[in-house]
């Protein structure tokens, strides 16, 4: 990364992360044409929700027979994670107009926002409206795509975990961690060491009493979509006309850190309420390469391809 801050910059800044996208989302659009959802739907989820983790739960849940309201709360449960990172975010743009508060704030994903949030260690704590809205877009472009190809691949492609294409948002995640904790001054290392052991403990003792996913299509798609927006957008709206206390800038500053590494250490481990989680050795062991590629390249691009290609090899020796 540089400090330049102009729309070619913002998508050159995305390129690694749409691998993370890609893999997904052609995941996501496979399964949902396994359910019946022909690749119109599947665009229409990726248009409207925009929400991975959720959609995947709104297929599974619309499957199963669930009612809309128990689909439409799921999804706000899985997505009100934004308003912590809207809320980190929306400083950056107070001095823009609320259009264009509400346009990041709407396509705001968990990969734009550690990007974002990496990004500003290069550039003295200033992101531009230009380049996140590039990154948002090119994200937002990629995601649609690629679930409505995942779509189209249904009746051929039965098993992308094979290919270890879901693997490739956690390697991005390590990746951006990683670069997050060795490029921002602001922060004491000490501190971020911490923090991280702590999510880790949180998120494997956690997993003993809450599910990792607390959990028609028309309807389903305005209401899912409607609690996803305004769970980004709001802390946008509220906070341009508003300073925080020095405290919770403080406290927001180790959200981007929080977030990621509970992320990655999720995909880690196996939850069975009730009990101490499984460790998910597959996942465990891709993970390794990719610490060692991030040291050595400090390269998103390269660590997520990394990732990608070890649990690849990882499931076909084993």
Known sequence: MNDKLDVKTGVKDTLPTV??????????????????????FVGAMSLFIYAGGAQ?????????????????IATFLINSRMILMSMAVAPFFKKYSIYKNISIGTLLTDESF????NKQNYTRGILTYEWFNAVNLVSYFTWVVSSVIGGLLGGIVKNPKALGLDFALVAMFIGLLYLQVISDITIKKKVQFLVI?????LVYFGMIFIPSNVLIIVVTLIGCAIVTWLSRILPFILLKKFDLPKAVTEYLSL?????????????????????LPKINY?????????VLSAIISKS???????????????????
Do not use: C, H
């Open 282 to 290: 597959e996942n465990l062991f891709a993970s390794l390469p990719m």
């Open 300 to 318: 998103l691009l390269v660590i997520v391809l990394i990732g990608i290609v070890s649990l690849a090899i990882i499931r076909l020796v084993f």
């Open 19 to 40: 691998f993370g996208y890609i893999g997904i989302g052609l995941a996501f659009g496979i399964i949902a044409s396994s359910i019946g959802l022909n690749p119109f």
């Open 197 to 201: 052991v702590v999510v880790f403990f």
């Open 255 to 275: 959200v981007p850190i929080v977030i990621m590494s509970a992320l990655w250490f999720d995909s880690l481990l196996i939850q069975k309420i009730g009990y």
């Open 56 to 72: 995947f739960v709104t297929v599974s849940m619309l499957s199963s027979g669930f009612p809309i309201l128990s689909i439409i």
């Open 114 to 117: 550690a990007l974002g949030m």
